[in-house]
């Protein structure tokens, strides 16, 4: 059976892959597989949903509101709000479902899907193939008063503004921040939440309008941060996805601080503070050299995972480890957290500038970046991309010339007939060398056909 679930809930084009019906199917078998997991037991079963600013999430929130109120499920509407925001919301309301309807930084056609547990915790892999399996089952459709009730639910923002407020101790007053809020679902509480710690805020891209998200904006084109940031004299700057589940920074002269680099500064403040735990962060293999050897150097473990902030997660839950994030943006810390927020990352990164009184650059600085190259090479077989034995040597004699003053990571795309091609090297020419001669064994040796 070909998997709807990928690493982030189900996506596709909205109303062509993702259609109403797909959606009403979906939320009903997620509410059947809940129900005989004995999850409803004892009390009238409850979802909170909430979606991101497409127009798409619409119908999309009809479809799962008529889907899970079919099945029985009382459903409160959260309108639109960050997808962290919606992990807050079903944690705090108690909810045994909480429902998003986001594709995070895609293009605007695009939509998705993502089912949270109770506590606001992403579903397991064996829930998410357990609702795959029971699409198009026969089923008795409760009547009567036993269908679910749906209520508007018109304070989410507010709560979940002053939620993200609570988890810092010192005022950001005095520092001036510019928010990219990607024209998407933080669009309100953002900056409210910047605002209530003490910031000034200066908020762009704030006014969506269902097609403008993510459009030439936020944590994926990163231009009108960098230019309103030196325009209005900010401190920094930091951009938010779609969904507002990762950022980027900016610092004042309009220098980017990537994921690593941002996940260092975290690292080094709470490890200073003793509330790192087990003195060990949580990161990718696709995180810079740079950052495993400064953080080596400051006295941090680091534990590394496959791609994708369901497995840094997953590591974190294990090993109870409280911080961990993605080299794209996705920072989560556990303490106050199930998933990454990108409000929250912005929060505790000024918070760390206020405290100290240095600036995000200096901050920054504690990382050297190696020259990084990434290559997409598409068109080709990803499934072969391990077993290759050509590509394989040819790997292995690039890496004895690196040594350890780099590295190579080859990895399959989830979603795409894709292998991406990711170098490190002490220099770009070095990098891009290296890279350019491995996608080309890769074109060769994994050609379709």
């Known amino acids: 059976m070909t998997r709807l679930f990928g690493t982030d809930g ?8 993702l259609t109403a019906e797909l959606a009403l199917e979906l939320s009903v078998c997620a509410a059947h597989v809940l129900a005989d997991r004995g999850e409803f037991e004892g009390h009238r079963p409850l979802a909170v949903v909430g979606r991101d600013t497409r127009i798409s999430g619409q119908f999309l929130e009809a479809a799962v509101v008529a889907g899970l109120a079919s099945a029985g499920v009382d459903v409160l509407l959260l309108g639109v709000l960050p997808t962290p ?9 108690g909810a045994d479902l909480g429902v998003m309807l986001s594709a995070s930084h895609n293009p605007m056609p695009d939509n998705g899907i993502k089912f949270l547990a109770r506590g606001g915790h992403k579903l397991d892999d064996a829930i998410e193939i357990a609702i795959e399996r029971r699409m198009g089952e026969p089923w008795e459709r409760p009547t009567g008063g036993a269908v679910g009730r749906v209520r508007v639910y018109d304070t989410a923002v507010e709560e979940y503004a002053a939620h993200l407020e609570s988890t810092i101790s010192h005022p950001l007053v005095g520092l001036t921040v510019v928010l990219d809020c990607a024209a998407g ?13 003490g910031a000034t805020v200066i908020a762009i891209h704030a006014d969506p309008d269902g097609l403008n998200i993510n459009d030439d904006c936020g944590s994926t084109h990163l231009g009108d941060l960098q230019k309103a940031v030196v325009e209005h004299g900010a401190h920094a700057g930091f951009a938010l996805d779609g969904d507002a589940d990762r950022c980027l920074a900016v610092d004042a002269k309009g220098n980017v601080v990537d994921g690593d680099q941002i996940l260092a500064i975290l690292s080094l403040s709470l490890l200073e503070q003793g509330r790192l735990a087990k003195d060990t962060v949580v990161a990718t293999v696709m995180s810079n050299l740079g950052f495993v050897q400064a953080m080596r150097a400051g006295g941090v473990g680091v534990r590394q995972t496959k791609v994708g902030d369901r497995y840094v997660l997953e590591a974190m839950k294990v090993s109870g480890y409280n911080l961990g994030g993605e080299q794209s943006g996705h920072v989560i810390l556990s303490d106050h957290a199930t998933t990454g927020d990108g409000i929250l990352t912005a929060l505790h990164v000024m918070e760390r500038m206020a405290t100290t009184g240095r600036s995000l650059a200096d901050l920054a600085s504690v990382m050297s970046r190696l020259p990084q190259v990434l290559l ?20 292995a004699e690039e890496e004895a010339v690196l040594g350890d ?35 080309d064994v890769v074109r060769q040796q994994l050609a379709l056909g």
């Not at 091609?421 to 890279?435: F, I, K, N, R, S």
Request: aromatic residues 2%; charged residues 25%.
């Open 85 to 93: 925001g919606v992990a807050y919301m079903t944690d705090r309301l």
């Open 10 to 17: 189900v996506r596709g084009l909205a109303n062509a892959d």
């Open 185 to 197: 679902a933080a669009h309100a509480a953002g900056p409210r939440a910047l605002e209530d710690a």
């Open 376 to 395: 997409n090479v598409s068109g080709v077989d990803k499934s072969r991309a391990d077993e290759d034995a050509v590509l394989a040597a040819a790997v």
């Open 405 to 439: 003053r780099g590295r190579i990571l080859l990895r399959p795309s989830g979603t795409e007939p894709i292998v991406r091609v990711m170098v490190e090297a002490p220099t770009e020419d070095e990098a891009q060398g290296v890279a350019s001669r491995l996608a």
